[in-house]
């Protein structure tokens, strides 16, 4: 069973010439992170403000682990569903502690149990309790109040995730870090998130899948990968630059040029990269070493090499 699921959905704001969102159908399946990618105005925020019921459909059903979530309460549903938005939405009144235990207080864990719960999830967002549990919003910066965003999404350990535009308002390094961070938290809690952006290489770096949408529909709903390699039509093919060689090796993971690794295969001298690195980094090694091949590692183990050739024999596969 998914664990989220639109069967279509459809928005239509009161006036609106044409549906903000229409005729949605698409499955996300648990643990799975999916970015909703669109330029501005396609409906991303209309379709995630649906999963929480901030706003009902005019069309259609949405479900939640096969129920459908007009049968709940809404206040009951969003307690279950973590949500993080662009600046923040932390309350400036409040300390972080305070911030973070919005939810563990309406769930009425009880002092002692929502304090231990605060301290654990200002660890997980890698801000030390003791230096920021009692500080106010206001004398934390952007990236950090977005750590705590982060930390009162997960408070209730809800399995669903929402997450619209969370670092759009944060200068590009921050925002790498914050997207490193996101990897490390899904691979460790594995949630469900439906992940809103207009940024095409965060789209790329974090996304298992990406819903494209276009003027409120689906174009399609793929991985990084297939979407690079096998776009739909030209507007996936503009959007996502994939005519541009050089830009696909920096996206793409030298996972997919790798040859096994021969038998007795002397691995000493050999120039090393881990197979989490891009195509462009492997590329970059092989100029720089002047070496034929190089190695690839998984967590300290060899698993295989990439040659000059066979960087080329992938790019040129997929045009
Ligand atoms: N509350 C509302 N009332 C009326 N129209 C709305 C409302 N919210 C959004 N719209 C309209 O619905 C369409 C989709 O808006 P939405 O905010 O979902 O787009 P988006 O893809 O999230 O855009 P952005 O990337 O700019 O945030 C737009 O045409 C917008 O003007």
């Keep these: 069973m998914s664990a989220i699921a639109f069967e279509q959905v459809s928005l239509r704001f009161p006036g ?74 932390l309350f400036p009144h409040m300390t972080v502690a305070e911030n973070i235990a919005v939810v563990p207080k309406l769930l009425n864990w009880g002092r002692a149990k929502t304090q231990m719960r605060v301290d654990e999830l200002l660890q997980l967002v890698a801000l030390p309790p003791p230096e920021y549990r009692d500080r106010y919003p206001a004398q934390l910066s952007g990236g950090q109040q977005q750590r705590v965003g982060v930390a009162r999404a997960l408070a209730g350990d809800p399995q669903v995730i929402l997450m619209d535009e969370p670092f759009g308002a944060i200068d590009a390094i921050t925002r790498t870090a914050l997207q490193d961070e ?24 974090l996304a298992d899948r990406i819903l494209v949408m276009q003027a409120g529909q689906i174009v399609q709903f793929d991985t990084p990968f297939n979407l690079l390699t096998q776009p739909q039509n030209d507007f996936i093919r503009d959007l996502l630059g994939t005519e541009d060689v050089v830009r696909q090796l920096g996206l793409l993971r030298v996972a997919i040029a790798m040859q096994e690794l021969p038998d007795a295969f002397n691995v000493e001298s050999q120039p090393r990269l881990s197979a989490q690195a891009s195509l462009r980094e492997a590329l970059s090694l092989i100029l720089k070493s002047g070496t034929e091949q190089i190695l690839i590692f998984e967590r300290d183990r060899p698993i295989g090499l990439v040659s000059l050739a066979q960087i080329q024999a992938a790019v040129m596969e997929k045009r």
């Design 16 to 89: 609106a010439a044409r549906s903000a969102v229409d005729g949605c159908t698409f499955e996300v399946q648990a643990g799975e992170l999916v970015v909703i990618l669109g330029p501005s105005g396609c409906g991303k925020t209309t379709l995630l403000k649906m999963v929480n019921r901030l706003y009902e459909p005019t069309q259609g059903h949405i479900f939640l682990d096969g129920l459908n979530i007009r049968k709940r309460p809404a206040t009951e549903l969003r307690r279950q569903i973590g949500y993080v938005i662009q600046q923040s939405g």
């Design 182 to 205: 996101i990897l490390r938290l899904q691979d460790q809690l594995q949630k469900t998130i439906l992940f809103v952006s207009h940024d095409v290489d965060e789209a790329l770096r």
